[in-house]
Nanobody, 124 residues
Framework: QVQLVESGGGLVQAGASLRLTCAFS????????MAWFRQAPGKEREFVAS????????FYADSVKGRFTISRDNVKNTVYLQMNSLKPEDTAVYYC?????????????????WGQGTQVTVSS
């Protein structure tokens, strides 16, 4: 009965920043690796960033490395994605995902639980 709810998306201009939030409930949050994926219209779902259960290890897609930061608060049961220097190509629906043991952190099929998504639109 794990539930994930994303928030924080919106419409911004290129170069702006947004922070996405994923609220986790219904399970032991500190036992789940977490990730963010995104999907643009007509495109496959794409890995963005992941974080280990302790928060010690993070991993980013090359396209967002240096601009995005994933973090987690194991007291608040919340995952964040800080997005800086946004580009029009970042436009997508962003999804939060959770799994106790993703064998490949970049594959959407390796995550059991998903949020409903939040729209991020970056204009030029």
């Amino acid at each position: 009965q794990v539930q994930l709810v994303e928030s924080g998306g919106g419409l911004v201009q290129a170069g702006a920043s947004l922070r996405l939030t994923c609220a986790f409930s219904g399970g032991s949050f500190s036992g789940y690796a977490m990730a963010w994926f995104r999907q643009a219209p007509g495109k496959e779902r794409e890995f963005v960033a992941s974080i280990s259960v302790s928060g010690a290890n993070t991993f980013y897609a090359d396209s967002v490395k240096g601009r995005f930061t994933i973090s987690r608060d194991n007291v608040k049961n919340t995952v964040y994605l800080q997005m800086n220097s946004l580009k029009p190509e970042d436009t997508a629906v962003y999804y939060c995902a959770a799994d106790t043991n993703p064998h490949d952190r970049t594959r959407s099929g390796d995550y059991e639980y998903w949020g409903q998504g939040t729209q991020v639109t970056v204009s030029s």
